[in-house]
């Protein structure tokens, strides 16, 4: 198949609870090289922990790059970019902020992977920034994410992105000593049984691969879609490839965010609640926390784990980087998980509920989703293209 690579092994992280912990022992024992890349960084317990292990690193000689978005990230301490480049670490910001109130096209294309490649070896992708699984939430439950730890011949996909990335913020910040490419030998032999592969989305020669290889997976679904995206405000070709499916009697169950984190993606997403729920697609809200999930199951075999969320943001903005897997042992686990937390931690949307709200109720997610065109027009890509 087209873009995907045979013998991977694709292992399932959920939570910063299996991810943090598979991170950090994979950075203490590098030897050469560590990228690492992240839209959020919070030097809570986890950032720390992070910080530090880097640090060692960097301390026995390896190759440290830690990329970090200058939005996302804008509020990094000081002391720890001190601490870090006295160790030895190499940091860089992707579109340094200068006003943090401004809007424009820069402010909106932001570097949002959450990626690792540590010495061609192994490699890290999903939705998880470097923070703990219960900084910000708005209650004792975790954030709920995914990430996935990758061995085998698709690392050297990989670890071309976050070389490139790298270079090429480093040439934009003028530092051209860290901008030489990345020396290390990657291995070519198989680590699984796993077919993968690895799509960015940038500015440049990768712009809609995120996007046409959902909609490709969605065409040919038979059985059941599933996706889990904490901000989901999909533009016409996907919004009716799910409803052509739904048509075609294939069942479509979406788990989206219930409690409000971002408010105008939030509303703007349920100015389609309707429109799904009459073509008989089923839609639960996660309420147990934050869900910052980004993930999508088709027909238990087709998956995906990444950074991008099904909104114009991500897949025409933003930076991104998603592991699309056809596996049937992955996809299962994967979807056996999302259908547990739909079980224990998610209500449904019922349509007659819908159609019974307050005018008002009603009125406020039209409104947002005029807004969102609005800012899309200010970026370039244009509202009615994407949004119509």
């Known amino acids: 198949?087209?873009?995907?690579?045979?013998?991977?092994?694709?292992?399932?992280?959920?939570?910063?609870?299996?991810?943090?912990?598979?991170?950090i022992e994979a950075i203490s024992w590098a030897e050469r090289e560590i990228f690492l890349e992240s839209y959020l960084f919070e030097l809570d317990i986890v950032g720390i922990a992070v910080c530090e292990a880097l640090m060692l690193a960097a301390?026995?000689?390896?190759?440290?790059?830690?990329?970090?978005?200058?939005?996302?990230?804008?509020?990094?301490?000081?002391?720890?970019?001190?601490?870090?480049?006295?160790?030895?670490?190499?940091?860089?910001?992707?579109?340094?902020?200068?006003?943090?109130?401004?809007?424009?096209?820069?402010?909106?294309?932001?570097?949002?992977?959450?990626?690792?490649?540590?010495?061609?070896?192994?490699?890290?992708?999903?939705?998880?920034?470097?923070?703990?699984?219960?900084?910000?939430?708005?209650?004792?439950?975790?954030?709920?994410?995914?990430?996935?730890?990758?061995r085998g011949p698709l690392l050297a996909v990989m670890h071309e992105a976050a070389d490139r990335m790298w270079r090429q913020t480093a040439w934009v910040q003028v530092q051209p000593e860290w901008a030489k490419p990345s020396r290390v030998k990657l291995?070519?032999?198989g680590a699984g049984g796993a077919l993968a592969r690895f799509d960015i989305r940038d500015n440049l020669r990768n712009r809609h691969g995120i996007e046409h290889e959902y909609l490709s997976a969605i065409d040919e679904a038979k059985d059941e879609i599933i996706i889990a995206s904490a901000y989901f405000l999909p533009g016409y070709r996907f919004r009716h490839a799910l409803i052509n499916a739904?048509?075609?009697?294939?069942?479509?169950?979406?788990?989206?965010?219930?409690?409000?984190?971002?408010?105008?993606?939030?509303?703007?997403?349920?100015?389609?609640?309707?429109?799904?729920?009459?073509?008989?697609?089923?839609?639960?809200?996660?309420?147990?926390?934050?869900?910052?999930?980004?993930?999508?199951?088709?027909?238990?075999?087709?998956?995906?784990?990444g950074s991008s969320n099904i909104d114009p943001f991500s897949l025409l903005l933003a930076r991104e980087g998603n592991v699309f897997v056809r596996d049937d042992e992955f996809a299962r686990a994967l979807g056996d998980d999302i259908h547990v937390m739909i079980s224990a931690a998610?209500?449904?949307?019922?349509?007659?509920?819908?159609?019974?709200?307050?005018?008002?109720?009603?009125?406020?997610?039209?409104?947002?989703?005029?807004?969102?065109?609005?800012?899309?027009?200010?970026?370039?890509?244009?509202?009615?293209?994407?949004?119509?």
């Open 59 to 150: 301390h026995r000689g390896v190759e440290v790059k830690m990329l970090l978005d200058g939005f996302g990230a804008r509020r990094f301490p000081d002391d720890w970019k001190l601490k870090l480049a006295d160790a030895g670490v190499q940091l860089l910001f992707f579109r340094p902020e200068v006003k943090a109130l401004s809007l424009n096209r820069q402010r909106l294309r932001r570097m949002h992977r959450k990626l690792a490649v540590i010495d061609g070896m192994v490699a890290f992708a999903g939705g998880i920034n470097i923070l703990s699984d219960f900084t910000g939430q708005p209650g004792p439950e975790p954030r709920y994410d995914y990430m996935v730890e990758v």
């Open 1 to 23: 198949m087209n873009g995907y690579l045979t013998g991977n092994r694709i292992k399932l992280l959920k939570n910063g609870a299996d991810y943090f912990p598979e991170l």
């Open 246 to 305: 739904a048509a075609r009697g294939v069942k479509v169950v979406l788990l989206l965010q219930g409690k409000l984190d971002h408010a105008l993606l939030q509303y703007a997403s349920r100015a389609f609640y309707r429109l799904f729920l009459d073509a008989g697609i089923e839609i639960y809200e996660y309420t147990s926390g934050f869900m910052h999930a980004k993930v999508a199951v088709i027909d238990r075999h087709w998956a995906t784990v």
């Open 346 to 388: 998610a209500l449904p949307v019922d349509l007659k509920d819908w159609r019974k709200a307050p005018w008002y109720q009603r009125l406020l997610p039209w409104v947002s989703h005029g807004v969102v065109r609005v800012l899309m027009a200010v970026s370039g890509y244009g509202g009615e293209r994407y949004l119509k």
């Open 187 to 189: 291995p070519v032999e």
